[in-house]
């Protein structure tokens, strides 16, 4: 099944993620300047994990691009919705990301917050009109999709996130923040891809495990790179987490201890994987990938 | 079936969808000031129409209130989180909405946009995991939901409404802006619930119609209130379009054209009640209803 290098497999994937992406905004009946905004932030350049990962997911079980795909873009939708939402001035008040101009800056505060409110709104409508999924299928991914991303999943997160600033919290608080703000959208992306297939439950509860601990590889390894990453790379400002006088893990727990912390959560990641019979699928190598990552 | 007085019956079903309301939210484990943001605006006292309006159509057919109530109060939400939303510094800036502060001045603006992502958000799991429906009807609601209020739909409206001050628009326009601004969120209305009570397609295709129509009342009716309302009943200034200088009935047509333009519209929406076969409902009177509302 491993028949590309992982950097293969990511590159045509991002290809077909982003065609997808296109086809599903190209052609929609919308006001133009609604459109310009909703494909500015699409098109911005995103590494494109998140529905990646569910690609890798569904192939390890019973994988079927055709059926993957359209989940797969939907889920990419929430989570740019989520970026735009996250940059307005009333929030974290960013003006640049992925080195580009963020959307209220591009455009104007009311078209991102409307851009964000229709992706996310789209996202529902693509799955539930996907003609390749069942009825049953649907309104599972709807389930998840919907708690994932909603108030018991990242919107918390996000809330949280913001009410945690400017003040101390524990390892566990700062765990439980980015479980919900970014490991929820994770675990959707891999249980997701796991539906699909038609994975078992025990399948999909070991790989919501995995995705857990991804997800806290993927926050350690963000941190890490605000402290010591190259900012051409990153396409961000470095040191941006202590001006903001934000928890991290190397400010917890210092550089070399983040760096241990994360090694940990790489062995945890893998045993569930093996747990869940997918240990020879991309996901494996997506593990390392995601914490080396320097960008 | 018209056991009570359109009265009675408002009151009524305000009480069970309040209740509902309620239900869906007071026990949700999510950060507290994020929950009395979203209960805030939730319990700011609305006429719960959309509601009502999806109870009343499915009364008209094979009318179960059990089945219907999930749906109703997750359009209920949708709702909530447009006019918190729309209510933004950056959208219309308003201070005030029902009499009470609104939801950004109440908590804060960050506060109020991740409230709104939330209720949006929400709702899609509401529907998603009632147990009364079939994965079939969930599928279509969440189809139908998404359309109405995502970017071909409300946002749209939203959208076109904010280009269109300050410029002058034709009356086929402001129809159009309305009918994606209130009309789509109406039309789900009596279209969700006439499908909950498995009504006909030509059915639907006829409510369809009967709610363009309402949609259109209820905008005319809010453009003479603008006018001739009072501010004590409506909870807001009156002539607030004219100093926003928003193309309006009255201003196209004078406030006796547009009661004349209201009437046209109601014996439209009757017509196509008729055709719906769904004369002898609570939709007949809910017409007159929306036709002579004072707030």
Redesign the interface.
Known sequence: MLHETLDTYIENNKRIVHHELKNQLDY????N???ES?LYSIEAGGKRLRPILLIASNEAYEGDPQKAIKTAVALEMIHTYSLI?DD?P??DDDDVRRGKPTNHIMF????A??A???L???S??II??DPLLS??Q??QL??K???A????GM??G???D??AENKSVTIKELEEIHDLKTGELLKYAVSAGALIGNASQSQVKDLNEFAYYLGLIFQVQDDILDVTGDQDRLGKPVGSDESNKKSTYPKLLGTHGALKQKEIYVEKAKNALKNANADHSYLMMLTDYFSERDH
Chains 1, 2 share one sequence.
């Open positions: 929609l009946p919308i006001p300047r609604l459109k909703m939402h307005l009333a929030m104007d505060e009311a078209t917050i409307l964000g409110d229709a996310l709104t789209y529902f409508e539930s009109n009825d049953k649907k309104v709807v389930q999709l919907s708690y991303s909603g108030p018991k919107v918390a996000q809330f949280l913001m009410e």
